[in-house]
């Protein structure tokens, strides 16, 4: 098996246009030269060196490239998934409030259609419907799962729960405009700073986990930033490393910062990945802001964007299509009901295409250097196998 740019050679032979960008990751195609270069270098230099006692050029430069894209958010600390990400911004949280000497503070607010990674503590602030965490539901934390507040009555709901519940809650997580492995769901700038106005008004520290949204994909390079709404503490990772290995970013405020600052080790944030920031992973994370930095990307997104809008438009009047909706360079038909998955999936396959269906929700994330061509077979590929159905 091997991939190139915007492909996927299978071992017998066969070639697939990727309509998924191995789950957004490879924002840039795969293998770009100027990433490999980058890990190939730091892979003669030093593959990995602990982070403990010990910090490299990469790790500070990357950081440094990070927090300049969000000033606010200056301090940054790395581990290796996003689901680690998740997990190091609630204990930020956590410890933001213990090291005030606050001790109440056991619970985190999230909204349903929430996605938040596989590890226990990221199971327990996802959608309690997750399809693969439901089953762990009883040995989860209980958290508050509300609404995302659309509109007046959801609003008012979320500020009923505050009321009541705020001196239990460390803090409030959310991903910003798409709820992505929740279902492709979107929601406007609005919704969002009805959630930053919640958070202030309770003092909440707000987290965004931008590891789906980061990094250009809804066609800001960060969807909160983008639209104007800070978080106190955001989570990337995903396309953080243009797709080739795995690296996760924790960014906060000096506020989150400071709380743990302290002569007391106990008051630190006690939480070390073996791999904490990878100097390969760094390395690749670079390289891949160079690629932002020296191409088009939101010139590329917005070609994607028409593209996707023109191609899957047509879904709209098959039968048991429900929703066509497009966001940056992410793509989603909604069918009414789950179809038949492993049906679906060798169809796109006999049509030498990788999209990988889920629950009812059809979706393509390309990478951001796909052409035109490649795109419109993605599309086309939606429609007949769609409308191929039975
Ligand atoms: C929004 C979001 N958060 C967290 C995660 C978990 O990331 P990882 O799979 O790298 O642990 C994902 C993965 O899909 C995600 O989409």
Redesign the pocket.
């Not at 998934?81 to 998740?86: A, M, P």
């Not at 996605?115 to 590890?119: E, F, I, L, P, W």
């Given at each position: 098996m091997a991939t190139r740019g915007c492909r996927i050679s299978l071992a017998d032979g066969r070639e697939l246009i990727d309509g998924i960008a191995s789950?957004w990751t490879a924002c840039h195609g795969y293998n770009h030269p100027h990433i490999a270069e980058a890990v190939a270098a730091q892979l003669a230099r030093m593959p990995h060196i602990m982070f403990g006692g010990l910090a490299h050029e990469g790790a500070y430069r990357l950081a440094t490239r990070l927090a300049a894209r969000v000033p606010s958010l200056p301090h940054v600390f790395f581990s290796d998934?996003?689901?680690?990400?998740?997990e190091v911004a609630m204990k930020m949280a956590l410890q933001y409030w213990l090291n005030q000497g606050d001790t109440r503070r056991h619970h985190f607010l999230a909204f349903l259609g929430g996605?938040?990674?596989?590890?226990l503590a990221?199971m327990s602030v996802c959608d309690p419907e997750e399809g693969m965490h439901s089953l762990f539901g009883p040995a989860l934390r209980r958290q508050h799962i509300l609404p995302l507040p659309r509109d007046a009555a959801t609003e008012a709901a979320l500020h009923t729960l505050l009321e009541r519940e705020h001196t239990s809650i460390a803090g409030i997580l959310v991903?910003p405009l798409v709820q992505?492995?929740g279902g492709m769901l979107f929601h406007d700038a609005a919704t969002l700073r009805r959630i930053r106005a919640a958070a202030d008004a309770f003092h909440l520290p707000l987290i965004f986990?931008e590891?789906?949204?980061g990094f250009g994909r809804t066609g800001h390079f960060f969807a909160g930033p983008g639209v104007g709404v800070l978080p106190d503490i955001m989570?990337l990772?995903?396309a953080l490393t243009g797709g080739t290995m795995?690296l996760?970013a924790t960014l906060a405020t000096p506020a989150i910062f400071e709380s743990c600052l302290s002569a007391r080790p106990e008051a630190a944030l006690m939480h070390g990945p073996t791999f904490m920031a990878n100097p390969l992973a760094c390395a690749a994370a670079n390289a891949s802001l160079d690629i932002f930095e020296a191409t088009d990307w939101r010139g590329n997104v917005a070609r994607i964007e028409s593209g996707l809008r023109s191609g899957l438009a047509p879904a709209r009047t098959l039968p048991g299509v429900v929703d066509v909706r497009v966001m940056g360079a992410i793509g989603v038909v909604e069918l009414a009901t789950p179809p038949d998955l492993a049906a679906l999936k060798r169809a796109f396959l006999a049509r030498n295409v990788w999209v990988r269906p889920f629950r009812s929700i059809i979706y393509l994330t390309p990478a951001f250097t796909i052409g035109a061509a490649d795109l419109a077979c993605l599309t086309d590929a939606v429609l007949q196998v769609l409308a191929d159905r039975k």
């Open positions: 789950w998934s996003g689901s680690v990400g998740v996605y938040h990674g596989d590890t990221a991903e992505g492995a986990d590891v789906f949204t989570v990772s995903k795995g996760a």
